[in-house]
């Protein structure tokens, strides 16, 4: 995984949950007390899994509630860094989502044959109804609706998500219908 990511993660422990300490503090706890991420230089997916199961541990809070609100501060931190695509106004959540799987995620570092983007794709079922399909190896849903939620409060909006199917229950993707509420 690419190192703006880890990069993103520290960014969200050291805003939300206590400092540059609680950041030492998880490298620590998980064998690279020194390590510095670089945005474009790729790192071992096992090592974002540690940081963030430490910082669950830590936080004594479930796996997957941490890296939900990891993906609610990610969102629009990943519009901020990427403006490039996200030039002009009237981007909302469903343009985003569209956009990140029909072509973000395939643009980026395309030059890498390594890199294992996830592979995610959208359709809208009417305005208010957009079904996302997720499959990664990573297997990071909870970073998916966290995504989407964190982008909903970018752009004013609220969702209820329904996730249908899950990778982590043995289906072969996450299917996602999130709804738009008025
Ligand atoms: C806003 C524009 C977006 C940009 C610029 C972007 C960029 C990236 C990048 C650079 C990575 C690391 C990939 C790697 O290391 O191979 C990544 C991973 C990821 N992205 Fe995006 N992304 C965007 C939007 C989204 C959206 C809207 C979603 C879902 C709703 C999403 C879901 C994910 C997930 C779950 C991962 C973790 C890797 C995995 O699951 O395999 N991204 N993204």
């Not at 993103?8 to 390590?35: D, I, M, S």
């Not at 540690?50 to 479930?62: F, I, V």
């Not at 395939?106 to 399909?133: F, G, W, Y």
């Amino acid at each position: 995984m690419y190192g703006v990511i880890f990069d993103f993660l520290r960014e969200y422990v050291t805003q939300r949950h206590g400092g540059e300490e609680t950041w030492k503090a998880l490298l620590a706890a998980t064998g690279n007390p020194h390590r510095v991420y670089f945005p474009v230089k790729e790192y071992p997916d096992q090592e974002i899994v540690d940081l963030a199961g430490s910082a669950a541990e830590a936080l004594d809070l479930p796996l997957a509630d941490v890296l939900e609100d990891f993906g609610s501060y990610v969102g629009p931190r990943l519009i901020s860094f990427y403006k490039v695509f996200f030039t002009g106004d009237g981007w909302n959540t469903f343009d985003v989502i569209e956009i990140a799987g029909s072509r973000i995620h395939d643009v980026i570092h395309r030059h890498n044959p390594t890199r294992k983007p996830p592979d995610l794709s959208a359709h809208r079922e009417s305005d208010d109804l957009l079904v996302v399909h997720y499959h990664s190896h990573r297997r990071l849903c909870p970073v998916v609706r966290g995504i989407i939620r964190g982008l909903g409060e970018k752009y004013g909006e609220r969702f209820a998500i329904e996730e249908t199917q899950c990778m982590h229950q043995g289906a072969d993707e996450c299917v996602m219908r999130v709804q738009r509420l008025h």
